[in-house]
């Protein structure tokens, strides 16, 4: 038998894979199971940016390693994206760095500024590869609750001296995933303003900045002043494009911080494929108006879902931004076991909150990744349950 390194024993299962192979195995004994559980959306991508990934798969130049980081020309489209879309300012040459996907660049980020033993400042819950990440790298996370009673937003307070002290690296996320809280740029100022009383950098993950809904439109950590001397900021076009698959997504803010990302990838990766950056430069500066019909769809199937889960008298904060509804779990049960309860009389797949963290306890996650019928379907095999 092969022996795994301590770090990968260390790390959890991940857990949608293990929520995937439960689904599998229900789904091949023919059961009609709802998936309200992983956060990938069902609209397809818009149809011009499948049209340039075709032409510009045509050039043989498009098939060679895509090396460097990143083409100027995506570079240029997204500096220009976060400008028109948050009035910040970077600059293509070295404030912007292409990625396979964000959650790439967020894995191996810890890589490139975690030694042994030092500490990264971690959401409880959260997605899973800030903690996953930090463990490969030699670190320890030191986990920050997300409480309902503080809107899911860490206390810095409760932060104790020691550990800011070994800290490197604070992570935030907000729009949230699982808790779909959000967060303004005055968090945004308290945490840069704590950063930098603990010469801590900043990782912010922006992946949920355009599914929100009712007028609301979340802001960039970069927009704050000073934000950029200690931060880096994550997006990704997977959730604004309906482009999970595809796997582009970059990093943006410090230069330092960015070259250091770089110099990690370099070793590891080599590059986006060369249509699919085309592609990405073609979603990024094409037509934006499905945006705003996707997320009339989501918002209708929010309301949907809360209004059908609170007749069942379950609690829940109306989300104003991401594709999650955060869910108390109603029964005295933990919430794996709710899920699993979910599963095998409902045929409704529900991701349990302490697969996030152990703060996510007694709660479980529901995504709106599906039609509007399903959802109403969803609730009244629910009602039957209840
Ligand atoms: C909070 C958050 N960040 C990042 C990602 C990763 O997005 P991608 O790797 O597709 O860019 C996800 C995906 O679900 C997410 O929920």
């Not at 199971?33 to 956060?39: A, K």
């Not at 410090?254 to 950056?277: H, W």
Request: proline share 7%.
């Amino acid at each position: 038998m092969f022996k795994l390194s301590k770090k990968l024993q260390s790390l959890p299962p991940y857990l949608f894979l293990e929520i995937d192979k439960a689904k599998r195995i229900a789904r091949a004994q023919g059961r009609d199971i709802i998936d309200l559980g992983i956060g990938d959306p069902d609209q397809p991508t818009p149809a011009h940016i499948i049209e340039k990934l075709y032409h510009a798969a045509q050039d043989p130049a498009t098939h060679k390693y895509a090396l460097g980081q990143g083409m100027p020309v995506l570079r240029g489209a997204i500096a220009d994206w976060y400008h028109r879309r948050f009035g910040v300012g970077l600059n293509p040459e070295n404030e912007v760095l292409p990625l396979i996907g964000s959650k790439e660049g967020i894995a191996h980020f810890p890589l490139a500024f975690l030694n042994q033993g030092d500490y990264s400042l971690v959401p409880d819950p959260c997605y899973p590869p800030y903690k996953g990440g930090t463990i490969l790298a030699g670190g320890k996370p030191y986990l920050m609750p997300l409480r309902e009673s503080n809107a899911f937003l860490p206390d810095f307070k409760k932060i104790p001296a020691d550990i800011r002290k070994k800290a490197k690296l604070i992570f935030i996320n907000y729009p949230n995933n699982p808790t779909s809280a959000v967060a303004g740029v005055d968090f945004f100022k308290s945490v840069v303003e704590f950063a930098k009383k603990n010469n801590l950098i900043v990782v912010s993950d922006l992946a949920y900045s355009e599914t929100a809904y009712d007028g609301y439109s979340p802001q960039s950590l970069l927009e704050v002043d000073g934000a950029r001397e200690v931060s880096i900021e994550f997006h990704s076009l997977s959730k604004i494009y309906n482009m999970t698959g595809w796997r582009a997504g970059w990093a943006c803010g410090n230069a330092q911080l960015l070259a250091a990302l770089a110099k990690v990838k370099s070793n590891i990766d080599s590059g986006i494929f060369s249509a699919i950056q085309f592609a990405a430069v073609a979603a990024l500066e094409g037509p934006q108006q499905h945006l705003d019909s996707m997320c009339q769809l989501y918002q209708e199937r929010r309301d949907v879902l809360a209004a059908g889960l609170r007749s069942l008298g379950w609690e829940l904060t109306v989300p104003k931004a991401t594709f999650y509804m955060w869910v108390k779990v109603p029964k005295k049960m933990g919430s794996i076991k709710f899920a699993s309860v979910l599963l095998e009389k409902a045929n409704i797949v529900a991701t349990p909150g302490v697969g996030f963290g152990s703060y996510g306890e007694g709660y479980f996650r529901m995504a709106l990744t599906v039609p509007k019928e399903r959802i109403k379907e969803a609730i009244g095999r629910l009602k039957k349950i209840a």
